[in-house]
Each structure stands twice: as C-alpha cells, then as structure tokens.
C-alpha cells in the first residue's frame, strides 16, 4: 500500500506579502507573476490564487501589509511627547511623500488606483488603508489648532487637501520624472501645509 503523500504547509500569509514587496523592490510590479512569486516562497501559483483569490487581490493585501508596518511608525512619530504639531506634521509628510523613483510602497499604491475603477473591492480596500492617514491627521490638526499652532477650522477637510497635496507630489516621485527631486518635493509640500493650516510656526 503506498503510503499517502503529506501535504506541505502553506507559508505565512506574512512571509508572501513580504517576498512579493520585495519583489517589487527589486524588479517592479511588471515582472510579478503569481507564478514567480510562488516559485519564490515555495507554492504553486494554484496555491496563491486559493489563498489570496486574484492578483489584484494580492496586491491589495501587500498594500495592506506594507501600510501596518508604516503605520507603527506613523503612530510613534506623531505620539512624540513634547514635540510642537508642526514639528511632527513633518515627520508624518515625511513618511507620507514617496521616497523616491521606484519606491515599491508608492508603485503598488499607483497599481491599485489603476485597478480599482473596475472592482469594489479594491475600492473598498484602498478606503480601508488610508482611512488611519486621515484620522490621524485630524487628530494632529485639532491638536494643533486647540494649542494655537494652527487656525481653526474643519479638520477632516483640511487633513484632506494636505492628503491630496501629498499624493499630488508622491506619484512624480514614484514614476521617477526627470527633474523631480524628493527634497523640494517635501520643502513645496510644507509650504502648502502651512498655508493651509495657518500654521504659525510653518516654513
């Protein structure tokens, strides 16, 4: 009787996301097949398609992933203890704004907005990450506000023009345009902010 085959354990879910991001890092979002990643980590593409259900699913929850680990520094930057609001508005642009051409977070951001005309999922997903940006943006606006740094007014509007400011700046980066540079990128950024903000302080 032959014995019967022991099914080998499906890796993380963790461990996939991570070896696709890096794939992305290294080759771009072109070159990522299920195929290949699942050659990488192990698993057929069968194997992916059952777990995560599509490509476009798997990159959402890469998205996902990557923005949890932002997220962690997001929260530590903005929770410093006796750092002005405006002081720590910076750090939050800072790990906002793209790093760069190729910056794999920002290149599957510029993927999923792509795709999510056609899936409500998708759509639905994207709400999902970037929803703790915007709270926690508010969240700094009426701090700011409350200690005089920042004029008063409707936060969640504000903290939504900042948003847009910042994607409007990231996606140049991302796709590398020639002439765009990550500093003035940031510098144009904070001048806006501030004008936006009425921050008494802002540069």
């Not at 962690?72 to 006796?82: I, N, Y």
């Not at 920002?106 to 999923?112: A, G, M, Y």
């Not at 740094?149 to 994607?167: K, S, W």
């Amino acid at each position: 009787m032959t014995a019967p085959r022991l099914r080998r354990p499906a890796k993380p879910r963790e461990e996939v996301l991570a070896v696709a991001m890096a794939a992305i890092a290294e080759h771009g979002l072109a070159k990522l097949t299920m195929a290949g990643l699942g050659k990488q980590v192990g698993m057929s593409a069968g194997h992916l398609l059952y777990y995560f259900g599509s490509k476009d699913q798997l990159l959402l929850e890469t998205l996902r992933w990557s923005e949890e680990q932002l997220g962690e520094r997001r929260r530590a930057a903005l929770g410093r203890p006796g750092v002005s609001a405006w002081e720590r508005f910076g750090a939050y642009a800072d790990l906002y704004l793209a790093d760069g051409p190729g910056d794999p977070r920002w290149i599957l951001w510029v993927e999923v907005w792509g795709r999510s005309p056609g899936s409500a999922e998708l759509r639905t997903g994207q709400l999902e990450i970037e929803a703790p940006w915007q709270a926690d943006l508010e969240a700094l606006i009426e701090e700011g506000a409350a200690a005089g740094e920042f004029r008063g007014g409707t936060a969640a509007e504000r903290a939504e023009q900042v948003r847009a400011v910042l994607d409007g700046y990231s996606v140049p980066l991302a796709i590398g345009l020639p002439g765009v540079d990550r500093e003035q990128s940031l510098s144009r950024v904070r001048a806006v902010a501030a004008a936006l903000l009425g921050a008494a302080n802002g540069s």
